[in-house]
């Protein structure tokens, strides 16, 4: 039997690494040469000791980073952030703080702000350059838009409740009783500020009297004690009930025909099992949003989210409870795995797959965010199983009977396996 170079040269690279180092062999779940992870330095253990300058309550934060599962290959974008960490802006009223593409790389598409607003605080009437969807965590919030056709509306939210205003429609916001509230916006542009928005006072305080006057058609001295600054974020009075507000601003226009508003958090849940559920809101059934789609995904203890993708558009998350491991893969190969906490912010380019599993005690419960009309995802499981079970098994030397055995459908969420 004839040998080629070909040959020569494998066997010899072969023979070369065996002699050169100590590396173990490749194994499942540690498939790299060089091989990954603790599980090599058993007959070193000083290999993985850090003795430099450290900060140990930063870094027991992320177990998943410096101790990384033997998987774990290359490098990613660094696709963790946190309002926990991010400055606030105090008012009276309420206060605020941001995460936009200027404080994370790899946050494109969405930038992100969380908000308080004490009871009668008030974000001042204004508008912005990009969409605002809004999340609230916590309380109840009023809140005012008016449309293109001058058809106002105005809701009261609550816990759970989005809002979506298409980017230059004005509105405010009002923290209601007995504690105001707190919530998340997020914007359809990575490069969008809150410290940037368009406010009625700035706008009021920077034009002339005379054509201030013209405008409103009253003297020029009705203005003589307005601002001379903007007001942001201001404590103002309890409003009253939500009927009268909605009689004082309504015109012969009407309402407007799709609602500014709606419940997520006690809305239909798309996907449901042992491991957890999904609620989606889109523009299918929250047609105002029209370039925002989301999803609320509540995971028991030990539940995954399954291993998926989105198509359409990068994923913006934010952790509301909980706590969570999030593993990224993209080609190279590289794989990168880190940990999330309530106030936390995780953030996945489109394509990328990704799996998100609950390491805590309590239910998960998380926002994905997206710059799309309508919510997508691809299901690993769901692919697998579409695809012809001999190809299937091949692809994994797996016999065809285990294939079998694989769940048939894209459940969004798993249960933890049956001890």
């Not at 177990?63 to 774990?72: E, R």
Request: hydrophobic share 40%.
């Amino acid at each position: 039997m004839s040998v080629s170079r070909r040959q020569m040269l494998a066997a010899g690279a072969i023979t070369g690494a065996a002699l050169a180092g100590p590396a173990a062999a490749q194994t499942i779940g540690n498939p790299d040469q060089p091989p990954q992870g603790l599980i090599n330095t058993t007959k070193t253990p000083r290999s993985p000791v850090d003795p430099g300058p450290q900060n140990p309550a930063l870094y027991n934060q992320f177990p998943s980073a410096y101790t990384p599962p033997p998987t774990d290959i290359g490098d990613l974008p660094l696709f963790w952030a946190s309002f926990n960490d991010a400055p606030r802006r105090i008012q009276a009223g309420g206060w605020a703080r941001q995460v936009t593409q200027s404080d994370f790389q790899a946050s494109e598409e969405i930038s992100g702000v969380n908000m308080r607003l004490a009871a009668g605080g008030v974000r001042e009437l204004h508008w912005h350059q990009a969409a605002e969807w809004g999340y609230v965590s916590y309380g109840e919030c009023r809140v005012t838009v008016i449309d293109l056709e001058g058809r106002a509306s105005v809701s009261d939210t609550k816990a759970g409740d989005l809002w979506y205003f298409p980017a230059g429609f004005p509105h405010s916001l009002q923290g209601l009783g007995p504690d105001g509230c707190e919530f998340i916006l997020c914007f359809d542009s990575g490069k969008q500020s809150e410290y940037n928005t368009l406010l009625v006072t700035d706008w009021m305080a920077h034009t002339p009297l005379d054509i201030l006057a013209q405008n409103f058609g009253v003297a020029p001295d009705t203005f003589k004690n307005m601002y001379t600054h903007d007001l942001w974020i201001y404590q103002g009075e309890l409003p009253g009930p939500l009927a009268a507000d909605q009689a004082a601003v309504r015109s012969a226009q009407g309402l407007p025909p799709n609602p500014f508003t709606f419940s997520l958090g006690s809305g239909p849940i798309a996907k449901q099992n042992p491991g957890g559920t999904v609620q989606i809101a889109d523009s299918q059934n929250f047609k105002a949003a029209k370039t925002i789609a989301a999803a609320l995904v509540t995971l028991k203890p030990g539940g995954l989210r399954e291993m998926h993708w989105h198509p359409n558009a990068d994923e913006w998350q934010y952790y509301v409870k909980g706590t969570a491991q999030m593993g990224v893969f993209n080609t190279g190969p590289k794989s990168v795995t880190n940990d999330f906490k309530a106030g936390d912010i995780g953030y996945i380019p489109r394509n990328l797959g990704h799996y998100i599993k609950n390491t805590g005690p309590v239910d998960l419960v998380f926002l994905e965010v997206f710059r799309a009309d309508k919510y997508e995802d691809i299901s690993l499981v769901d692919w697998l199983a579409h695809t012809p079970p001999a190809m299937v098994a091949a692809h994994f030397n797996i016999p065809v009977q285990q294939i079998a055995k694989f769940p048939n459908t894209d459940s969004a969420v798993r249960p933890p396996l049956a001890s």
